[in-house]
């Protein structure tokens, strides 16, 4: 346990440090200058064999102007790889100081620009590094090694620089997907919320004036159920209004590093298939007799597949309301061991020839899909009437795979 507290506080520091470092990316680019420059200094601070070059104050300034460049490194990299050139080169001409394991300044930016600049300065920086690369081994050894090895770790580094580019491409264009089928998500949910209560309000208003002059109590009856409409949407926008903004706040407080458990607003579930007495109760006041039958072993379903049964419910409602000028409607759940079954039929006057139904039915295919089911739409029993039919697959019941355990 203590070592697994540690990986998540390391990730946590991680996530952290990340989130920093992209609200504030001249705080990396002042730390990686702070490492190479340590990493400049050991030829400085380490004890020296002698006859090899003094290590001065003056050479150890010099190198210091190779590092400096780097805190720039984002805004103007071409710049900065010009910058660091001049000075390497002003290193070696006019002082003959130590000598570093590794070309750090160069390797830095020329990753750099491999990772942020256009197409020309990449071609720019090429250039260059052919150029400056046999010109920095010709006053240095002249070694055909230590030109294979200079010209490797410039490559290794461009290379490496392009792979992190097409990775961040590949996260954004994975972002935006993400955004998009949150967004197709928002607008089914908004969809079925708002289309069953604006449909049952519609039902009761087109009443409300007959029952007024025939009878009262039932125009009474129909504004309750008018307002009780009204008020369940509310309370369901609400609901999935808050979860979203929740989600954004926690993503916000895990970016700078804050706790979230305290100020947050009371996050609700979403409606589930122990929601759905009331949104049948809602349906029958708008005069249509609903029957609510459940067979099989039931039990509580996993939150995203519960949801999903209320809003498919809840859409096959609306459109019985809304198209099938029907009298009756049967919503049936059947349970099974790795499965549960929605059937809702109305015994109204059927679809209609090229309606393919609309946004709702479609909507109905997509939860089903998600959940890897499958939803089937069409005439009911003896061509009469609409039927929905979808079938989600759940968790298999523990009791029922133990026998199966036995069994086998």
Do not use: C
Not at 70 to 89: D, E, F, G, I, N
Not at 149 to 164: E, N, P
């Amino acid at each position: 346990m203590t070592g697994l507290r540690g990986v998540r506080a390391a990730r946590g520091w991680w996530e952290r440090g990340r989130a920093l470092g992209e609200a504030h990316p001249w705080v990396v680019d002042g730390g990686v200058a702070l490492l190479v420059q340590a990493a400049v200094t050991m030829p400085f601070v380490v004890p020296r064999a002698g006859g090899l070059p003094a290590a001065t104050w003056a050479a150890y300034g010099l190198t210091t102007l190779t590092v400096v460049p780097l805190v720039w490194r984002r805004r103007a990299p071409l710049a900065v790889l010009l910058a660091v050139l001049a000075t390497s080169l002003l290193y070696r001409l006019a002082l003959d100081g130590p000598g570093q394991p590794l070309p750090y300044s160069g390797l830095v930016i020329v990753y750099t620009v491999a990772v942020l600049s256009p197409p020309w300065k990449r071609l720019v920086t090429g250039v260059l590094v052919l150029v400056a690369v046999p010109v920095g081994v010709g006053l240095n050894s002249r070694s055909a090694r230590e030109l294979t090895f200079s010209a490797f770790v410039f490559a290794a580094a461009y290379v490496f620089g392009r792979l992190t580019d097409a990775r961040q491409r590949a996260h954004r264009v994975e972002a935006e997907r993400a955004a998009a089928r949150e967004r197709a998500r928002i607008a089914r949910e908004m969809h079925d919320i708002l289309s069953h209560a604006v449909s049952l309000m519609i039902v009761q208003a087109e009443a409300g004036p007959v029952a007024v002059r025939t009878a009262p109590e039932r125009a009474e009856a129909a504004f309750d159920a008018i307002s009780e409409a009204g008020r369940d949407a509310m309370v369901q926008l609400r609901r999935m209004l808050g979860v979203l903004r929740e989600g954004s706040e926690e993503r916000a407080a895990e970016g700078a590093g804050e706790g979230y458990g305290e100020g947050r607003a009371p996050r609700e579930p979403q409606p589930g298939a122990g929601d759905l007495a009331g949104l049948l109760d809602r349906v029958r006041g708008s005069g249509l007799d609903v029957v609510h039958e459940v067979a099989g072993r039931e039990r509580p379903l996993p939150a995203a597949a519960g949801a999903s049964v209320f809003r498919i419910v809840q859409e096959a409602l609306t459109n019985t309301v809304r198209h099938a000028d029907a009298r009756t409607v049967r919503v049936r759940l059947v349970y099974g061991d790795d499965e549960v079954r929605v059937e809702v039929t109305d015994d109204g006057r059927g679809p209609r020839a090229g309606h393919g139904g609309g946004h709702g039915l479609v909507g109905v295919r997509e939860r089903a899909a998600a959940h890897g089911g499958t939803a089937e739409t069409g005439a009911g029993p003896g061509g009469r009437g609409f039927v929905v039919r979808v079938r989600i697959p759940v968790a298999p019941l523990a009791g029922t795979t133990a026998a199966a355990e036995v069994g086998r």
